[in-house]
């Protein structure tokens, strides 16, 4: 097993993803990125692959590119947007008479 620390951020913003490469280059991270519309490596990252989030065949291609090339990721972080509809209908509804509303419950804190 290898002790190399590697970090795989999907969606590389500018804003967000510039600063997770700097932090994790920071705090000794090999970084790859990983973008639908990416070419090339930027902010600092150590690998760039592209990725299309919405097909699970390009997903697995470049989980396998990056730890050939770059080593096994010990952290992933997807900041990618996909314009994929997510069915939000609750799948579970818990209810119980006895239980108390949320308006019943004590909202106050210590700070």
Same mark, same amino acid.
């Given at each position: 097993m290898s002790s190399k620390l590697v970090a795989f951020l999907i969606g590389p913003s500018d804003s967000i993803g510039a600063a997770l490469i700097k932090t994790w280059k920071t705090n000794g991270y090999a970084v790859a990125i990983g973008s639908r519309s990416?070419?090339?490596?930027?902010d600092g990252a150590d690998y760039a692959t592209k990725i299309d989030? $919405?097909?699970p065949k390009s997903i697995t291609e470049a989980f396998s590119a990056v730890t050939k090339d770059v080593g096994a990721p010990?952290?992933?972080v997807y900041n990618s947007l996909s314009s994929?509809?997510?069915d939000?209908?609750?799948k579970l509804t818990l209810f119980h008479?006895?239980?108390p509303s949320y308006s019943q419950?004590? $909202?106050q804190t210590t700070f």
């Open positions: 990416l070419t090339e490596k930027k989030v $919405t097909n010990n952290v992933v994929v509809p997510i939000c209908t609750p008479p006895q239980l419950l004590p $909202t």
